[in-house]
């Protein structure tokens, strides 16, 4: 009975099974891509711990973070900036991800995949889970290290951070993927990367507190409200320590929605970017 389940078709023509198979190779082929590139995944840690044991060093005496939520004591300046570490690790594997994309719909196994009878959206999301799920080994191997670092958070926060780096991941693989429908050539995205990657990643709340900002510039106080990767950094940083920041749960999960549906119409062949250009990735259903 349950073998005839879920062999059953369905409306479009496939079965739960068939779906899970599609998801399991797209995964599965990012898995292996991601072990056989191993200076990928220094590179990934290079980046924040050269914050972490060099610029937080340095700025711990210049910097000092007041009592604030989640935090219930004084704490030092590395510990603070922890969590926006966390995030850059997954910020440049989503950017990273989906520069492969870029390559992969000219010549690799996506351009195969969009032409495929399976749903577009559906491969764009297994693609986009596939990248979020690389991200988490590097993360905890990054909290791993910083925690012989004496940078600890509670035991159970280890865990109940999950979600939440889940939600982080998809947002920001969904903004790459949304950016990378609109490159035609490699050269172009990696530039555009450094004007996502750095401006997120510095006009956030990842390197000091939003009151400081606020004393500094109203103005740029505004824009890192604005800016998603605030909120994912905050989303982060309460779940480290068991909490839920409300708010910015609702942003990230309000900005992940947006920036998928924005990748799924632009890789859309009736009215997306590519179809405007005749690229390979357009001509399928």
Not at 90 to 105: A, E
Request: charged share 10%; proline share 6%; hydrophobic share 55%.
């Amino acid at each position: 009975m349950t073998v005839e389940f879920a062999t059953f078709p369905r409306v479009t023509g496939f079965a739960p099974v068939q779906y899970a198979i599609c998801l399991k190779g797209i995964v599965w082929r990012e898995g292996l891509r991601f072990l056989h590139q191993r200076e990928r995944f220094v590179a990934a840690l290079v980046r924040p711990l050269v914050w972490l044991f060099i610029f937080a060093a340095g700025f711990r005496q210049v910097l000092g973070v007041s009592i604030i939520p989640p935090y219930e004591t004084y704490i030092l300046y590395e510990v603070y900036i922890t969590p926006g570490l966390m995030l850059l690790i997954q910020l440049f594997n989503g950017m990273q991800s989906s520069l492969s994309m870029v390559y992969d719909r000219e010549m690799g196994n996506m351009r195969t995949l969009l032409v495929s009878p399976m749903p577009r959206w559906f491969l764009l999301s297994s693609k986009l889970v596939a990248g979020m799920a690389v991200s988490l080994p590097q993360v905890y191997t990054f909290l791993a290290i910083a925690w012989f670092w004496e940078i600890e958070a509670p035991p159970l926060g280890y865990v109940a951070v999950l979600p939440a780096l889940v939600l982080s991941g998809l947002m920001l693989g969904a903004l790459g993927m949304l950016m990378s429908s609109v490159s035609k050539q490699l050269e172009n995205f990696a530039g555009a990367m450094n004007f996502v990657i750095f401006p997120m990643f510095f006009a956030s709340s990842a390197l000091y507190p939003l009151w400081r900002v606020r004393e500094a510039s109203p103005l740029l106080y505004y824009v890192c409200e604005l800016n998603p990767f605030t909120h994912a950094v905050e989303l982060v940083r309460f779940a480290l320590y068991c909490q839920i920041n409300w708010v910015s749960l609702a942003v990230v999960g309000g900005c992940t929605a947006l920036f998928m549906v924005g990748a799924i119409l632009a890789y859309d062949p009736s009215r997306g970017f590519l179809a405007r250009r005749g690229e390979p990735g357009g001509g399928g259903a």
